[in-house]
């Protein structure tokens, strides 16, 4: 158990507006990633940081935007959301990708985040 | 062609029996390979990781890789209907790059 926690855990919100969701982590683990998970697609990546203000853009990250100011923190926003965005989003946490071999890729997930856009 | 392919079932199976799940991956450089098994509404977790070629057991689960043929498959034997849940095949390519698939639903019946 990695010590991931994500808040808030439900949402439910408006088109247009803004929704910051958040991942806090207690392992000291230096790589955090946002998925989104929808019927038939899987795990998606959002996007990724490798590090403190250090981050990228995944495979569906238009409409949204990531920060990461201290090592455990790592926030979701969706700037404008939209009905698209309707979606369980996962927080997820690597120990080291380059230098702990391939365990180092091994990824533990928070509890999730159900969020339903009207 | 998907990176990362599943059957999606529902694989169903008696109680005892093996559950034999399988996932193929295009990627041919990819190194490591994860099998993630996710309950309804919770979050998934890791239950095997595999980084060469051949067999890895644990307990009940095998997992077995097979990188020439770019595919990999988990066994579950004594199936319990505990095991009731989705299972993810995950492929990492390399770096901050791992490939998830959509999943198999997997019924064991008691």
């Not at chain 1, 910051?20 to 982590?25: D, K, N, P, S, Y």
């Not at chain 2, 529902?10 to 190194?31: F, K, M």
Request: charged share 20%.
């Amino acid at each position: 158990d990695a010590g991931i926690t994500q808040s808030p855990r439900h949402k439910v919100t408006e088109t247009g507006t803004p929704v910051t969701l958040r991942c806090h982590q207690t392992e000291n683990h230096r790589y955090m990633y946002w998925y989104r998970q929808d019927p038939g697609h899987g795990l998606r990546l959002i996007h990724y940081s490798y590090g403190v203000k250090d981050t990228d853009k995944g495979e569906v990250s238009d409409g949204y935007s990531v920060s990461r100011s201290k090592t455990e923190d790592f926030l979701l926003t969706l700037e404008s959301a939209t009905s698209s965005q309707t979606s369980v989003y996962f927080c997820a946490t690597t120990l080291d990708t380059g230098t702990s071999g391939p365990r180092g890729n091994e990824q533990f997930f928070g509890p999730g985040t159900r969020l339903t856009v009207l | 062609q998907k990176e990362v392919e599943q059957n999606s079932g529902p694989l169903s199976v008696p109680e005892g029996a093996i559950a034999s799940l399988n996932c193929t991956y295009s990627d041919r450089v990819s190194q490591s390979f994860f099998w993630y098994r996710q309950y309804s509404g919770k979050s998934p977790e890791l239950i095997m990781s595999i980084y060469s070629n051949g067999d890895k057991e644990d307990g009940r689960f095998t997992a077995q890789l097979n990188k020439a043929s770019q595919y990999v498959s988990l066994l579950i034997r004594d199936s319990q209907p505990s095991d009731s849940a989705t299972y993810l095949c995950a492929v990492n390519t390399g770096g901050f790059k791992t490939i998830f698939g959509a999943g198999t639903r997997l019924f064991v019946k008691a």
